[in-house]
């Protein structure tokens, strides 16, 4: 969209198209104010009589608020009546995606049945628009709730189930706004009920696509500006055919979930990603912490499904990985790692790295330092590594280490200057009785899972010289008799 075109219809259609979305909106609260007069936030019963009637004219205006966006056609395609054997055009839930712009939401309440969908409860309470959302009587998500995320899946098996006529509830499963390019993993919400699905495809078509909202695009309000600053903008939504689940699916969601995005990305002619709702999170989250947001990205799904990683875990290890990063570019050199160690460049600190570095790279970015700690650090910071470590620092079998043991070892085995090691006794002599005790080191290690590889490998030097002697020993020996 060229600056001209933005420019001239900024002060001739632009006002008409805010007026007519300002009188639809406006018609759109009474009549759904109408509606919803006398009824609850908690009804457990779906609309009917009168009330849902109301829903063709409150239907009409949402199709009107389109209209004053710009959106002239929105075409319909029902794939599901061209195919044999597909009785089914309804389904209790219907998933759609890619889902590239809250004006998706919108399209799919305009063009399919009058849905209902998952909100937060505090949209309900949004100046006009939130009697609307109570009208549609979604399932509420109450985040203050610790129980919400199973209440939400409960009321979702109890509509997908009920024999009321209650109307399709419509999810978009990739949890967030992309920009198209690929169907990124689908959260399994929407598939825990173990019901059929109507999966829909949108598709915005425009040569300059105004309407996608991403995290790093521009905001709400800019969108909706460009959007009404086009001369028109066309959407097409296509109706797959209803997939039910076999009896793998009911019983794995997250099967059930990838079965259905595979048929979607092939109706799109779009790849699948194992980036998901998590990774954005991270990526601003990554941005917060002065990283490039870049660095969050993950493939969060698959380092689940490999390591067992959560969510929180990941997020506490971004924020210890941002205190290693010095050079602003969210990856870790060998110099910044001795350094958050503590520990001067050594053949053991470069065998430690490169068991993070595994592409070679002679950095570490945030991926490879998470699999790094789950299959290289952690592994080996075992209780009988921990306790033989102590034991090699507790020289007299004290029972705790004196300050003298610990720069001994430290300044001897990894040239670690005696400053930083009289730095690094206090920080694991907790109650500054000026010892070291057991609980104390193992805390210490615990924090800092990568001190475990560098004693193993210190342990393993130490029995190699060892066995070097002893066989030297022997040679000399033999050698003495001989002679």
């Known amino acids: 969209m060229s600056e001209i075109q933005i420019l001239v219809m ?6 008409l198209r805010a007026v007519l979305l300002l ?5 759109m609260w009474i009549a759904s104010t109408i509606a919803t007069h006398g009824l609850t936030a908690d009804r457990k019963k779906p609309m009917s009589g009168w009330r849902r009637e109301m829903k063709i004219i409150v239907r009409s205006l949402i ?4 209209f004053a966006c710009g959106y002239h056609r929105i075409r319909v395609v029902d794939s599901s009546c061209h195919l044999p054997g597909v009785s089914k055009t309804r389904a209790p839930i219907v998933v759609g995606a890619p889902h590239t712009s809250f004006f998706d939401a919108i399209i799919m309440f305009a063009c399919e049945d009058f849905p209902t969908g998952v909100s937060r409860i505090e949209n309900g309470e949004i100046p006009f628009l939130g009697v609307t959302v109570k009208f549609t009587q979604p399932v509420y998500v109450m985040r203050e709730d610790r129980m919400s995320r199973q209440k939400t899946i409960g009321e979702l098996k109890r509509r997908a189930t009920s024999d009321d006529s209650w109307p399709e509830i419509v999810i978009f499963p990739e949890g967030t706004c992309t920009n198209g390019q690929s169907l990124i993993a689908f959260k399994p919400g929407a598939f825990i009920p173990g019901v059929p699905v109507r999966p829909v495809v949108i598709r915005h078509r425009n040569r300059m696509n105004t309407a996608y909202w991403t995290w790093d695009g521009p905001g709400a309000y800019t969108v909706m500006w460009l959007t009404l600053c086009q001369f028109s903008t066309e959407a097409v939504i296509e109706r797959l055919p209803v997939y039910v689940p076999n009896s793998d699916e009911k019983r794995d969601p997250k099967l059930f979930a990838s079965n259905v995005r595979k048929v979607m990305a092939e109706s799109l002619n779009l790849p699948v990603s194992d980036h998901s709702f998590e990774d954005c999170r991270l990526m601003l989250y990554s941005a917060k912490l002065g990283l490039p947001s870049a660095t ?3 493939e969060f799904q698959k380092l689940t499904r490999k390591l067992g990683v959560q969510y929180d875990d990941v997020k506490a290890l971004l924020e210890k990985f941002s205190v290693l990063v010095k050079n602003g570019k969210g990856q870790i050199t060998l110099e910044e790692f001795g350094s958050y160690l503590e520990l001067p460049v050594s053949d053991s600190l470069r ?6 570095d595994r592409n070679c790279s002679g950095t570490i970015d945030f991926r490879e330092y998470i699999i790094g700690l789950h299959l290289v650090s952690q592994p080996a910071n075992t209780e009988d590594v921990i306790r033989l470590a102590f034991e090699l620092f507790d020289e007299e079998s004290k029972g705790y280490i004196t300050e003298p043991e610990l720069v001994k070892i430290l300044h001897t085995a990894f040239g670690m200057s005696k400053s930083n090691t009289r730095e690094l006794f206090r920080h694991v002599d907790l109650n500054e009785d000026g010892k070291i005790s057991y609980e104390e080191f193992k805390a210490y290690s615990e924090k800092q899972p990568e001190y475990a590889k560098l004693f193993l490998t210190y342990q393993q030097l130490m029995k190699s010289e060892n066995a070097t002697n002893s066989t030297i020993g022997k040679h000399e020996t033999a050698s003495k008799k001989n002679s």
């Open 351 to 356: 065998q430690l790295f490169l068991l993070y």
């Open 23 to 27: 009188v639809c909106l406006f018609l």
């Open 63 to 66: 199709r009107g608020v389109l």
């Open 10 to 15: 900024s002060v001739t259609v632009f006002p």
């Open 296 to 298: 969050g990205v993950l």
